[in-house]
């Protein structure tokens, strides 16, 4: 008769996971960290739009390409975090300036990285630590509500505890809110505490722990329009200024606002109309 404690030990040893082994990182430049199971896809074609196409955000992207290619010739870099108005860019030029670097001659790999993934993010560095690639961790609308905890997980990523931060690992991020977390959140916080600035410390001082911190602000009509003109002249679509901008003015006015997002919108629909497909 097996002995309980064998059967135990049995079934553990099924249910424990195997050591995750390191992908071919030379397999593709681009890759996006799963859970359940844990593991590194490579993806083939990362969906982006050249750096050329990004209009109005010149200061943000001239600092993080500098930024970017410091890390990639294996010089001093800083984590960032790019945040404000939605849909003007921020992940797009991350991926952008990731092509850009390519482009360059310089081997670095992006890898993505889901909010909700984070408190794996220990033994996603492990495996990127152990490689001789540089990587730039990418995690993408990240924000926390009051009760959310993932956070602690993000201070390990930027501090890295007391083996520090493994110097082939940069991390951009990218969100609505400059302190990653609601403003009423905060001031609730503020009044409520026994000790306003210590309750607010603590989660606030996340965002200090990005070196870069580059904003992002609502497009004026001007440039909502030249985004839509650069967009025609890279597909090759072909329409008049006065056509255009009494269109695009009119699709910014049916949804309320007007950023890149919506430029982009606006042009996929203009494409489609005119029977023109996109490029990748």
């Given at each position: 008769?097996?002995?309980?404690?064998?059967?135990?030990?049995?079934?553990?040893?099924?249910?424990?996971?195997?050591?995750?082994?390191?992908?071919?990182?030379?397999?593709?430049?681009?890759?996006?960290?799963?859970?359940?199971?844990?593991?590194?896809?490579?993806?083939?074609?990362?969906?982006r739009?050249?750096?050329?196409?990004?209009?109005?955000i010149d200061?943000?992207?001239?600092?993080?390409?500098?930024?970017?290619?410091?890390?990639?010739?294996?010089?001093?870099?800083?984590?960032?975090?790019?945040?404000?108005?939605?849909?003007?860019?921020k992940?797009?030029?991350?991926?952008?300036?990731?092509?850009?670097?390519?482009?360059?001659?310089?081997p670095?790999?992006?890898?993505?990285?889901?909010?909700?993934?984070?408190?794996?993010?220990?033994r996603?560095m492990?495996?990127?630590?152990?490689?001789?690639?540089?990587?730039?961790?990418?995690?993408?609308?990240l924000?926390?509500?009051?009760?959310?905890?993932?956070?602690?997980?993000?201070?390990?990523?930027?501090?890295?505890?007391?083996?520090?931060?493994?110097?082939?690992?940069?991390?951009?991020?990218?969100?609505?809110?400059?302190?990653?977390?609601?403003?009423?959140?905060?001031?609730n916080e503020?009044?409520?505490?026994?000790?306003?600035?210590?309750?607010?410390?603590?989660?606030v001082?996340?965002?200090?722990?990005?070196?870069?911190w580059?904003?992002?602000?609502a497009?004026?009509?001007?440039?909502?329009?030249?985004?839509?003109?650069?967009?025609c002249?890279a597909?090759?679509?072909?329409i008049?200024?006065?056509t255009?901008?009494?269109?695009?003015?009119?699709?910014?006015?049916?949804?309320?606002?007007?950023?890149?997002?919506?430029?982009?919108q606006y042009?996929?629909?203009?494409?489609?109309?005119?029977?023109?497909?996109?490029?990748a």
């Amino acid at each position: 008769m097996t002995d309980p404690l064998d059967r135990i030990a049995a079934a553990l040893e099924r249910m424990a996971p195997a050591p995750l082994a390191a992908p071919d990182f030379d397999a593709a430049d681009a890759f996006v960290w799963h859970v359940a199971p844990e593991r590194l896809s490579p993806v083939g074609k990362v969906n982006r739009v050249g750096l050329e196409l990004l209009v109005g955000i010149d200061r943000s992207r001239d600092t993080l390409l500098a930024n970017t290619l410091q890390f990639a010739r294996g010089l001093p870099a800083n984590n960032a975090l790019l945040w404000g108005a939605r849909g003007m860019g921020k992940s797009s030029l991350v991926k952008a300036i990731h092509a850009e670097v390519l482009r360059q001659g310089l081997p670095l790999k992006i890898v993505e990285l889901q909010r909700e993934d984070l408190p794996t993010v220990g033994r996603l560095m492990e495996i990127l630590a152990a490689s001789d690639h540089r990587f730039l961790l990418f995690c993408d609308d990240l924000s926390f509500s009051h009760d959310d905890e993932h956070y602690k997980s993000l201070k390990a990523v930027l501090d890295g505890g007391i083996a520090g931060r493994p110097e082939n690992v940069l991390l951009y991020a990218t969100s609505n809110r400059r302190h990653l977390m609601p403003r009423d959140m905060i001031e609730n916080e503020r009044g409520s505490a026994i000790n306003p600035s210590e309750a607010v410390e603590e989660k606030v001082s996340l965002s200090d722990r990005f070196g870069l911190w580059l904003g992002f602000h609502a497009c004026d009509q001007d440039s909502y329009l030249a985004m839509i003109r650069g967009y025609c002249d890279a597909h090759g679509v072909e329409i008049d200024d006065a056509t255009l901008r009494a269109e695009a003015i009119e699709w910014q006015a049916t949804r309320g606002s007007r950023s890149g997002r919506v430029a982009w919108q606006y042009f996929t629909d203009l494409a489609g109309r005119r029977g023109v497909a996109l490029r990748a």
